[in-house]
């Protein structure tokens, strides 16, 4: 079993800046997709961002093209979400997830792994 631990949320104004992490228990990491979803209350769960075994290859939901840099560092068993131009829309509970297929798209179903969340809460 992979365990996933989400850190870095916090209060933020709008225009402002958030990193978030994500720490992954054993080596595997390196062998898996991984991606970033979030959910606010009364909506669905949705994609973010998402990004590939090697770190070559990424992918970023229209609403935060621009703004949101997904990477990782697998010698830390770690990736990171940076969160640039924050909007109030923005407020959500981020999520990471990992996927043992070497999937990291949109779809939820091909995740195998997901963290507990972080709070992101943006004010106008």
């Known amino acids: 079993q992979v365990q996933l631990v989400e850190s870095g949320g916090g209060l933020v104004q709008a225009g402002g800046s958030l990193r978030l992490s994500c720490a992954a228990s054993?080596?595997?990491?390196?062998?898996?997709?991984m991606g970033w979803f979030r959910q606010a209350p009364g909506k669905e769960r949705e994609f973010v961002a998402g990004i590939s075994v090697s770190g070559g290859n990424t992918g970023y939901a229209d609403s935060v093209k621009g703004r949101f840099t997904i990477s990782r560092d697998n010698a830390k068993n770690t990736v990171y979400l940076q969160m640039n131009s924050l909007k109030p829309e923005d407020t959500a509970v981020y999520y990471c997830a990992a996927s043992r297929s070497s999937y990291y798209g949109t779809s939820q179903r091909p995740y195998d792994y997901w963290g507990q969340g972080t709070q992101v809460t943006v004010s106008s």
């Open positions: 054993g080596r595997t990491v390196s062998f898996y997709g």
